[in-house]
């Protein structure tokens, strides 16, 4: 039987999350944008993003 082992800890730096996150919160708003602008292709998304946009749409009425 072979042993394994735990995979070595990384630690990554916080510049480098921020931006991580960052990059991350634009995909999401490019996505939500599209999807909002063809519902078919949200559609398509199934239940998780069909979750995601249901989930704001309160959001969005009480911002106006």
Known sequence: M???T?????V???EIMLAR???SEQMR??????????PAL???GG???Q?????????AAMEK
């Open 51 to 59: 979750n995601l946009m249901s989930s704001l749409a309160p959001v």
């Open 6 to 10: 735990a995979p070595a800890l990384t």
């Open 42 to 44: 949200a559609k398509q």
């Open 29 to 38: 708003e490019f996505f939500i944008q599209m999807w909002k602008q063809n």
């Open 2 to 4: 072979t042993e394994t």
């Open 21 to 23: 996150l960052a990059q």
């Open 47 to 49: 239940a998780r993003v």
């Open 12 to 14: 990554i730096p916080e």
